[in-house]
Nanobody, 122 residues
């Protein structure tokens, strides 16, 4: 079992910054990718940023140039630096761990965190 914990959400004014942290733990041998998704009220969950072990990155078009994802492979941690936040960035942000292989499980699977609220408002 892999535990995924997000932190760093909160209330910020438009134009402000936040850094979200996602930490995965639990006898992990390898992870293929880690990423951030968000879900606003009444909307579907969408990919915000994703980072594969080989270094390739994917960003939602609306956050390109404002958000940056980085990962500490040794610590199974991924950060999402969010700058110049806008009201439309308000959502619950979820961390997803893709294709995690552990020393105790027979299968490779994905895991989700519980989410952290980001509210951008003046």
């Amino acid at each position: 079992q892999v535990h995924v914990v997000e932190s760093g959400g909160g209330l910020v004014q438009p134009g402000g910054s936040l850094t979200l942290t996602c930490a995965a733990s639990g006898n992990i041998l390898s992870i293929y990718a880690m990423g951030w998704y968000r879900q606003a009220p009444g909307k579907e969950r969408e990919l915000v940023a994703r980072l594969v072990t080989d270094g390739s990155q994917t960003y939602l078009t609306s956050v390109k140039g404002r958000f940056s994802i980085s990962r500490d492979n040794a610590e199974n941690t991924v950060l999402l630096q969010m700058n110049n936040l806008k009201s439309e960035d308000t959502a619950v942000y979820y961390c997803k761990v893709e294709k995690a292989r552990t020393s105790t499980a027979l299968i490779v699977r994905d895991y989700w965190g519980q989410g952290t609220q980001v509210t951008v408002s003046s």
